[in-house]
């Protein structure tokens, strides 16, 4: 089995940065897909940015394009989300996510292990 731990949330006003990590440990040699969710009070779980480890490709939502980076460090297990120019509507509790493989990057039926999630509060 593999186990996810976020890190790195917090509160931040409006412009500011945080950067999120997901660590995962255990049986990692599935974890081909790692994307990063998020979850707002009353609103559905959605995808927010995805990568494929394997051959290093990206997917993001349109709502964080251009201000949300993620990145992953092999050596670590770990994979990073960098948000940039955050907004009041960023705040939610993010998760991340492990997949051997999926069909829709964003469809989190697909994904097998998750984190605890982490909470991430914008003021405005």
């Known amino acids: 089995q593999v186990r996810l731990v976020e890190s790195g949330g917090g509160s931040v006003q409006a412009g500011g940065s945080l950067r999120l990590s997901c660590a995962a440990s255990?049986?990692?040699?599935?974890?081909?897909?790692m994307t990063w969710f998020r979850q707002a009070p009353g609103k559905e779980r959605e995808g927010v940015a995805a990568?494929?480890?394997?051959?290093?490709?990206?997917n993001y939502a349109d709502s964080v394009k251009g201000r949300f980076t993620i990145s992953q460090d092999n050596a670590k297990n770990t994979v990073y989300l960098q948000m940039n120019s955050l907004k009041p509507e960023d705040t939610a509790m993010y998760y991340c996510?492990?997949?051997?493989?999926?069909?829709?990057?964003?469809?989190?039926?697909?994904?097998?292990?998750w984190g605890q999630g982490i909470q991430v509060t914008v003021s405005s």
């Open positions: 996510a492990t997949s051997p493989a999926v069909f829709d990057w964003f469809n989190s039926t697909q994904y097998r292990a």
């Open positions: 255990g049986d990692t040699r599935s974890n081909k897909y």
């Open positions: 990568i494929n480890t394997v051959y290093r490709t990206t």
